[in-house]
């Protein structure tokens, strides 16, 4: 048996700028095609009502002038009619001999029916002449004898059926007016034909086709030329944004590699002033030792004492060196004992007080938040020891209800005026308390002296409690819950 095999296959997911041009042009053909239907039903339905009063119009006209031909008909043998007795057959073929000659246009001429649906006069269609026409009806099937006998008994009246033209011999719409002799029981009219009332209806329509056929084409051309205005300007912005980000990039990029280069100058720096000269004391005390030992001289014993004395104090570099590029106390047991210690070892460094502050903390923030507020308050207190001059240090962290804040207030000099985030340790700050969603404010002190750095991080980089006695709803509280 042959097995089928079924490929799944992934479409393709648009570009940003795809994205962009999409949600850009997406709500424009909306509204361009929203606009374009409005206008078509609109001008559709005017042009409807135009058109059906128009033909109204061309009717009515059409009528009149049914009864000024019947009344010139009337006028003709009415002196006839008057005088004659119903059975006057002499008056009566007068009659149908004045109607048989009143033709008129290529097409008009009277018919005559008695009230039985006899045809007495045709000039036109003479094959109707002398035959009982009662029951007959058109290829839709309207009648036509009987309805015109019915409306000549009630005194007059118009009717429309198909009927053969005489100029074309092809059948059209008929509108004819009849009027009825009640002594002589009968029904007169004549009738004009509606083809050019059609045409002209037909004609207007399609008018009005083309005209919304123009109206489309108008549409879509603007909608072309704002799609076309909108992907130009779209493909500048891109091209701008994308150089822009380019440039971003590489400055970005620049500063990663200043902050690498600067790191390991630092630690080479600390390698060389401490671990090295440390290692090279300790080989010449065991140099020392060896040399003793060979000659049996107590004093060796001194002198092996000496160098593990510098072995201790080569591994305690070693710790802090290893504290400042990652400090394992942060991810053992939280943001608060981290600062601590950075602040008491700024103390032994600096010989400034710090002033460290916070709540019973619960190792609430992810480790993201708790990395970045350690380095801006470690990058903080780097330059209030480079630059300000102070005397005194205030570090305080505490959790709210929208996060959580690490604010570090100094007395020293303050920040110059105009001064943002133009510094390497500044812009260091910034970038990464952005990548945070938080924000980071730098201010002078209440008194115009010192400089306070205050970041904070939003409600989102806060872990759930994991007590029973927390806060409900995940917020916490500043005089409880701590990151």
Not at 108 to 132: E, H, K, S
Not at 328 to 355: I, W, Y
Not at 406 to 424: N, V
């Amino acid at each position: 048996m042959q097995r089928i095999r079924w490929a799944s296959m992934s479409l393709p997911r648009p570009s940003y700028g795809q994205s962009l041009f999409l949600l850009a042009t997406l709500p424009l053909i909306l509204a361009v095609s929203a606009i374009a239907v409005l206008v078509t039903v609109q001008s559709e339905r005017s042009a409807t009502r135009e058109i059906a009063a128009l033909e109204q119009a061309m009717i009515e006209a059409k009528r009149r002038e049914l009864q000024n031909y019947l009344q010139l008909a009337r006028t003709s043998f009415i002196t006839i009619y008057g005088n004659a007795a119903p059975d006057d057959q002499a008056a009566k073929l007068r009659v149908t001999q004045i109607l048989s000659a009143m033709v008129y246009g290529p097409d008009g001429f009277f018919f005559v029916y008695d009230y039985n649906g006899n045809n007495l006069v045709a000039p036109r269609q003479t094959w109707l002449i002398g035959r009982d026409w009662t029951g007959m009806t058109d290829a839709d099937g309207i009648p036509v004898t009987d309805r015109l006998i019915e409306l000549a008994r009630q005194g007059s009246g118009y009717h429309s059926y198909e009927w053969r033209k005489p100029s074309t011999g092809e059948e059209a719409t008929l509108l004819t007016y009849v009027i009825g002799l009640q002594d002589w029981q009968w029904a007169i009219g004549t009738g004009v034909w509606l083809d050019d009332v059609l045409a002209q209806g037909a004609a207007a329509r399609a008018e009005v086709r083309a005209r919304v056929a123009e109206q489309f084409r108008s549409i879509g051309a603007i909608t072309l030329g704002a799609l076309l205005l909108v992907f130009a300007s779209g493909f500048l912005i891109t091209v701008r944004e994308r150089r822009l980000a380019d440039a971003k990039l590489k400055q970005l990029t620049q500063r990663v590699l200043d902050t690498q280069e600067e790191e390991r100058g630092r630690v080479a720096r600390e390698l060389h002033d401490s671990i090295s000269q440390l290692l090279v004391g300790i080989r010449y005390k065991l140099e020392l030792a060896r040399r003793l030992t060979a000659k049996g001289e107590p004093a060796a014993e001194q002198a092996v004492d000496g160098a593990i004395a510098g072995l201790q104090g080569a591994l305690g570099e070693v710790r802090r060196i290893s504290h400042d590029l990652r400090p394992g106390v942060l991810d053992d047991l939280g943001l608060g004992p981290a600062l601590k210690s950075l602040c008491e070892a700024f103390e032994v460094r600096t010989g400034l007080p710090v002033e460290f502050r916070t709540v019973v903390f619960r190792n609430r923030l992810d480790i993201e938040a708790k990395t970045a507020l350690y380095r801006i308050a470690q990058e903080a207190l780097t330059n209030v020891e480079r630059h300000a001059g102070a005397g005194r240090v205030s570090v305080r962290v505490f959790g709210h209800r929208h996060g959580a804040t690490l604010r570090i207030e100094d007395d020293g000099r303050g920040l110059p005026e105009g001064a943002g985030t133009t510094g390497m340790g500044l812009r260091n700050m910034a970038e990464r308390i952005e990548q945070l969603d938080g924000t980071l404010r730098l201010a002078r002190g209440v008194d115009g002296r010192g400089t306070i750095v205050e970041a904070s991080v939003p409600l989102s980089h806060l872990l759930a409690p994991e007590s029973e006695g927390a806060p409900a709803g995940g917020l916490p509280a500043e005089s409880r819950a701590f990151p």
